[in-house]
């Protein structure tokens, strides 16, 4: 959906394609991590998240509103059951729906 954006700071410098590098995490630790979603069309949307990896939550709920032309944070946790020596990803899938007024 070409009508958001995901960024990994709130300047909106970082811009990722829906993938998520949480690094090594080691079994039992827990980490969090927070990207950014913005809305650039003149009309809410309502999203759906969804998160695919091991032991990844999200923390706001998996609904959110974006106003237009405005960017909502969305903080997500890890906590493996594992520890790789690989960095640990998470993918977030994103629905969106718009809401016009």
Same mark, same amino acid.
């Given at each position: 959906m070409t009508e958001l954006e995901i960024f !990994?700071?709130?300047?909106k410098t970082q811009k990722v394609d829906k993938i998520i590098d949480f690094g090594i995490v080691p079994? #039992? &630790? =827990?980490t969090q991590k927070e990207f950014f979603i913005h809305n /650039? *069309?003149? %009309?809410?949307? $309502?999203?759906? !998240?969804?998160l695919v990896g &091991? #032991? =990844?939550a999200l923390n $706001? #709920?998996?609904? *959110? /509103? *974006? /106003?237009? @032309?405005?960017t909502k944070a969305?903080?997500?946790? !890890?906590?493996?059951t594992l520890t790789t020596m690989q960095p640990i990803k998470a993918k977030? &899938? *994103? $629905? #969106?729906? %718009?809401? =016009? @007024?």
């Open positions: !990994l700071d709130a300047s079994a #039992g &630790e =827990v /650039t *069309i003149k %009309y809410d949307i $309502n999203v759906t !998240l969804k &091991e #032991g =990844v $706001n #709920g998996s609904s *959110i /509103t *974006i /106003t237009p @032309r405005t969305v903080s997500v946790t !890890l906590s493996p977030v &899938e *994103i $629905n #969106g729906k %718009y809401v =016009v @007024r």
